[in-house]
């Protein structure tokens, strides 16, 4: 076996390697004056009590090789190997995901609690090389890196409704994910446009759903392209994308929205409808008015099968029912709906208006159903208008106000305003020669600058309640991997930012320096992403 050396790194030319990657860890302590060589055929050794520990030092193996052409092997519970991953709950005594990365004379030392900790120091370890061919070795500074992540909850969405996205495209979102230090995969699978997830005790309604007869060109021109575009994923697909995250222990988050954003469904069954139709799969962006009514007894049947087998595929805790834009001018003439409400008992009270009110009966079901599966609804801020369920997480996408008002309820908050947050909105000013995006902007540096604690609003017991912090990613516009990748990068550095580092911690003009180390490794990943950080 080749041995690693220590030695002075005087005369030496510059080392390639710089611990100061993207999201920048919490401690970095370094010597310059000595390195180690990390050298082709040196051993991986890893702690064999815990299974994911062999796939995590696979992992490490892999990406760097792949990012230096450097080959490590793999020998279990070693001590004489030259990069050791180690468990040790004495060592660490702070969240899962708290780590330690100690390079000395004698190797690299990875050591962490839980697993999972072994993982994002592996992503820190793997920034940290430089790109390229390293036959002969990469000289190492000697250092000690101390990390944990600030929120608990550090989430990135995709919608695959508007546009529907390969499995493997999916599999390369999560690498990002994983690589920035994300856990959470909020998945948004269908809409007024397409209906992407299968159900199987309701055959008929992925195929038809799933399929709309053609698309409006760019921005609603009344100008379609007459091409049928369809896609759905099965359950077995949703599971291979399930086990894919938690390998790279990200949660996959599935968004079915209700009781708006329903149109594609009711195009399979219109009777579920205030109307009764008949419906199309939508072919133009926006919000339908057509939603579920509120007033039919058969709509809760059909949400509790299409959520029961929701909850069969994905076992996360949390599942998310969107609640978000949820036209009502047709519950206010449909008499099913008002007599649900009669029935109820519903009042306007000056804050809460019938309608508003109707939408939380319906939440409140969900609730309860979704309770009983051992999981917790989450839902858009839009969910606080009727009255707030008593368990549910409020996600802020409207501003920041329902994120406050929901912590002050003293329920989970995840903040992601569109100002800061929606990176379906263009990155630069001079958009020329951009690829066509929603509209707005969100550069860089706007993503980079938010606080999602705001704490000259929030008293510090209710700041807890803020528990992460998301960037969305809309896709009307988006058809295309690299348009997509396009959009989210270098935009989802900055969010990996806010989500693990301390506000201290932040400059944006050392990040931008950082941000290059970061575009070389796209560069050797094949990854698109915007030139311009402004």
Same mark, same amino acid.
């Given at each position: ?39 082709? @055929? ?183 392209? @007459? ?49 009764? @139709? ?95 599966? @051992? ?160």
């Amino acid at each position: 076996m080749l041995m690693g050396l220590a030695f002075c790194a005087q005369g030496m030319a510059q080392t390639p390697v710089d611990y100061r990657v993207v999201p920048l860890p919490m401690s970095i302590q370094t010597d310059t004056t000595h390195v180690f060589m990390l050298m082709p @055929g040196m051993d991986i050794a890893f702690d064999d009590s815990r299974p994911e520990m062999r796939r995590n030092a696979e992992f490490l193996s892999q990406w760097v090789e792949k990012q230096t052409g450097i080959g490590l092997r793999l020998t279990p519970a070693n001590r004489k190997a030259t990069v050791q991953l180690r468990l040790s709950a004495a060592a660490i005594n702070q969240s899962p995901e708290a780590y330690t990365i100690t390079v000395g004379k004698r190797g690299i030392t990875v050591m962490a609690s839980e697993p999972v900790g072994i993982f994002r120091a592996i992503q820190t370890l793997r920034k940290s090389l430089p790109s390229g061919s390293y036959a002969e070795g990469i000289a190492l500074p000697f250092t000690t890196i101390s990390d944990a992540p600030r929120f608990s909850y550090r989430g990135v969405h995709l919608d695959c409704a508007r546009h529907f996205f390969a499995v493997e495209v999916i599999k390369r979102y999560l690498d990002l994910l994983a690589l920035h230090g994300c856990n959470q995969f909020h998945w948004h699978i269908t809409d007024d446009q397409g209906w992407r997830f299968e159900v199987k005790a309701l055959p008929e309604l992925a195929p038809k759903g799933s399929v709309r007869q053609q698309t409006v060109i760019g921005r609603n021109s009344g100008v379609y392209d @007459g091409q049928p575009y369809g896609g759905y994923y099965t359950h077995d697909d949703c599971r291979e994308i399930v086990a894919y995250a938690a390998e790279r222990y990200i949660n996959v988050i599935p968004e079915i929205d209700l009781p708006g954003h329903m149109q594609a469904a009711l195009h399979v069954y219109p009777n579920l409808g205030c109307t009764g @139709g008949p419906y199309s799969v939508w072919q133009m962006w926006g919000v339908s008015d057509d939603v579920l009514c509120a007033g039919n007894p058969d709509v809760l049947t059909f949400l509790k099968t299409v959520y029961g087998e929701l909850c069969d595929v994905f076992p996360s805790k949390l599942i998310h029912i969107g609640g978000d834009e949820c036209p009502k001018g047709h519950w206010k003439q449909c008499p099913k709906c008002q007599a649900k409400a009669r029935e109820l008992g519903l009042k306007d009270d000056g804050h809460h208006s019938i309608e508003n009110q109707l939408q939380t009966y319906i939440n409140r079901e969900m609730e309860q159903f979704l309770n009983g599966r @051992g999981r917790t609804l989450i839902g858009w801020d839009e969910i606080l208008e009727g009255g707030l369920t008593e368990s549910a997480t409020v996600m802020s996408w409207r501003g920041i106000d329902g994120g406050i008002e929901a912590a002050r309820q003293h329920h989970n908050v995840i903040m992601t305003p569109t100002d800061y947050c929606y990176i379906d909105y263009y990155q630069v000013k001079d958009t020329r020669n951009e690829p066509m995006a929603i509209g707005g902007y969100v550069p860089v540096s706007k993503v980079y600058s938010f606080e999602p604690l705001v704490p000259e609003k929030l008293a510090e017991e209710e700041q807890h309640f803020i528990i992460g912090a998301q960037v969305n990613l809309w896709v009307e516009y988006i058809s295309a991997p690299n348009h997509l990748f396009y959009m989210l990068l270098p935009r989802l550095d900055a969010i990996s930012e806010v989500q693990w580092c301390r506000p201290q911690q932040k400059n944006f003009e050392d990040f931008k320096r950082r941000l290059l180390r970061m575009k070389m490794l796209y560069d050797r990943m094949g990854i698109s992403y915007c030139g311009s950080v402004e």
